[in-house]
């Protein structure tokens, strides 16, 4: 049976939507290719399992697909006007601004250009770059992961592109700004490839046309971190109140080389991410840190993972998270250590303040070793905000608000204290001030 669709129509995530987007799309051979596969799995799975571990504390009962209606790319987009946090005082080498999904605008220092450096719409990139972006697109993220990898495997419509070529070091950081639309939907993808010896800088910030709007997204992040190369990457999530995310994100750090990879998260409704760290070259090197600040009833699952495949690798996750109102964080950490991976030292924390009797944050350490000369450790702690410290501080003259705000600050100043950026230490800060409660 044969789907008559109208030449304006925008129909929604299921055979007919796929095959109109196909033909919307101006896409090589190989990449029309790929996402023909990515359909055929993602049309044989079912949703997740809340029996399966990754999903066994998150609900999804209120996610309905059929609300949403993919991004239309030959449609006339209206101007989303969404918060930029991370540019304060920030003088950047380039940068790409995404709406609902699809790069609107794009810049580069030309004196990088010179150098090869590649920075631009992932479209467009796999047109006139298709060899480097070939290579290593979902080369991490394996589509039959669940239903979510699937669909943004078939469906990507736009995101970024950065290659730095090998000894080639961007001294300016570079800067993504993905804007979404209230009840639009954004199914972006971004890859970053750093040749051996190059230096890089990357923040990346997510925001809703407004605090409450509503949306879908569905990204993919991939980082190939090169030998003896450096990559700091700063990802902000503040998507807005009613806005389902989805994430799989992925790198992987070759021999001697260092990865900074910091995570804030203040958005959303729902978030599930699945994080993983691959070090796949000896003396491969790795510090994540995260943030989360959750309030109302918003949920934040975080699956992390730190896979030890090579020797004298470090590996170094710290997870803060301080929640409000009725509001509830999983983090569920790995540290995997393949046989053969001698030498080995990770290290995984996650902490959690509560400022409510009604939040809940569930914590999962876990290690899996199959190499013999390790170091491995691993730590969580969950409790409520002191009621002490507070009366303290308004007995000489703060609100209970303000009080509060100190009290959060310095809870997450271990972290702070990692970040080398000061836009980005100020932008977390400012983003934490807002979500502190008021109170009385």
Request: overall charge negative; proline content about 2%.
């Amino acid at each position: 049976m044969t789907t008559t669709i109208a030449k304006n129509e925008t129909v929604g995530f299921d055979q007919a939507g796929f095959e109109q987007f196909l033909e919307r799309r101006i896409d090589p051979v190989w990449i029309t290719q790929s996402r023909k596969d990515a359909w055929a799995t993602f049309d044989s799975m079912g949703w997740p399992n809340p029996r399966d571990e990754n999903w066994l504390r998150s609900d999804l009962r209120g996610f309905k697909l059929a609300k949403y209606r993919p991004t239309n790319e030959t449609e006339t987009q209206s101007v989303v006007c969404a918060p930029v946090r991370l540019l304060d005082g920030v003088d950047v080498a380039g940068s790409i601004r995404l709406e609902n999904g699809l790069a609107t605008a794009e810049s580069l220092d030309p004196k990088y250009a010179a150098k090869g450096v590649v920075f631009g719409s992932l479209s467009r990139c796999t047109r006139e770059h298709a060899e480097l972006v070939k290579k290593h697109l979902h080369a991490q993220i394996n589509s039959s992961t669940d239903r979510f990898a699937a669909l943004q495997a078939a469906m990507w419509t736009d995101g970024f592109f950065l290659y730095v070529p090998k000894n080639v070091v961007i001294d300016k950081p570079l800067h993504i700004h993905a804007a979404l639309g209230d009840g639009s939907v954004d199914l972006s993808h971004a890859l970053v490839v750093l040749e051996e010896g190059a230096e890089a800088t990357v923040l990346y910030e997510c925001s809703s046309a407004a605090p409450e709007s509503a949306g879908f997204h569905c990204g993919g992040l991939e980082l190939v971190v090169g030998a003896r190369s450096n990559l700091r990457f700063v990802g902000l999530q503040d998507w807005g109140s009613n806005t389902w995310h989805f994430a799989h994100k992925r790198a992987s750090v070759g021999q001697d080389a260092n990865l900074q990879w910091t995570i804030a998260a203040v958005g959303s409704k729902f978030s599930q991410v699945d994080q993983q760290v691959n070090l796949i070259g000896k003396g491969a090197n790795s510090h994540v840190n995260g943030v989360l600040f959750t309030r109302d009833r918003q949920h934040l699952t975080y699956n992390t993972i730190q896979r030890h495949s090579a020797t004298h690798c470090t590996s170094d996750f710290l997870y803060k998270a301080v929640l409000q109102d009725r509001s509830r964080t999983v983090w569920r950490g790995m540290i995997k250590v393949d046989e053969g991976a001698d030498k080995t030292d990770g290290y995984q924390r996650n902490d959690n303040l509560l400022l409510s009797d009604n939040a809940r944050a569930d914590s999962i350490p876990g290690l899996e070793i199959k190499a013999d000369d390790v170091r491995c450790t691993h730590g969580s702690t969950s409790g409520r905000v002191d009621e002490e410290l507070i009366f303290y501080a308004r007995s000489r003259g703060f609100t209970r608000q303000e009080a509060i705000l100190m009290i959060v600050t310095g809870f997450f100043q271990q972290i702070f204290d990692r970040i080398t950026i000061d836009s980005v230490r100020d932008a977390l800060g400012a983003a934490i001030a807002r979500q502190v409660r008021q109170y009385d």
